[in-house]
C-alpha cells in the first residue's frame, strides 16, 4: 500500500480475497507471535462478525474488513480506551476524506444520516491483570449493496464520490498511529477529549441500553474515566460497561 505512511501499524500485512472473519486469523496470527500492527484485511468475509454476538455482512470488493493487532503496556481494566480510541481515529480519518457530518455513537459506532456505516469490535486476550494482545476489528461499508441492512449507509452513498480503499485504509491507520503515541505520552483525556466532540449529538439524547441484566432508559449524559456510559434514569446515574444502545 504505497499509500501508508505509519511507522509501526500495517507494516506486516496478510490479505485475503475471502476469509471466514479476519478477527479469527488476526487472533492466531497473534497467538503464533504476531508483531504490533500486523494487520489482517479481506476482501470478503464469509462468517464476519460484530458486536454482542451479531454478524457482519461483508460482501466482496464493497467495503474494509479488516483486524489490526495491537500489544499495548496496559491493564486490562482500561482496555475500553482503546475501543473509544480506535472510534475516535476512524472517525477523524473519514471526517478528512470528506465534509459530511459524520457522528459516533457510544461506544463505536459511526453513523452518517443516522445509519451505520462503521463498526468496531476489540477482542483482547490477558495475562493476568494486563492485556497481552488485542484486536482491533474495523468493518466500514464503502459502497453501496443490497445486503446492507436498511439501519446501515456506506461512504459512497453519503458521499455520492467513490473511494480508493486502499488510501482510506492508510488514513485510518495513520490515525490510529497519531493517537495511539498520543494516548502513551498523555494518557485517556485527549482522546476522550476528542471522541466527546464526535459524539456531541449523542450526549443529551434519550437512550434506551440493551445490557445483559435488562433495559436502562434515559438521557445519555457523558463518559466517566474508564470510558464506560453514563446514562441518567429516574434521577439516578447509571454506569453502563457494555450494552446495545439505541437512540429513541
Ligand atoms: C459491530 O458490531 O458494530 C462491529 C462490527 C465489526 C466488523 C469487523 S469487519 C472486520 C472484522 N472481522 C470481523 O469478523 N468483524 C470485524
Redesign the pocket.
Known sequence: NFYLQTEVLGKEIRYYPAIT???ESAHQWALAGAKEGSLVIADQ?T??????G?S?V?PAGTGI???LILRPNALLKFASHFTLLAAVSVFEAIQSLSSYPIHIKWP??LLINKK?VC???TELKGEQDRVDYMVI???LNVKQNDQLPSHATSLEEAAGKQYIRAQVIAQILQRIELCYMEYVKEGFAPIRKRWEAGAQSFFGREVQAKTWNGVIKGIAEGLNDDGALIIRSEGEKRIIYSADIQMT
Open positions: 472473519s479476519t478477527q468475509q462468517t464476519g462478525r460484530g458486536r454482542l451479531t457482519w461483508s474488513w479488516m483486524s463505536n459506532d451505520k463498526g468496531i469490535l476489528g474495523i468493518g
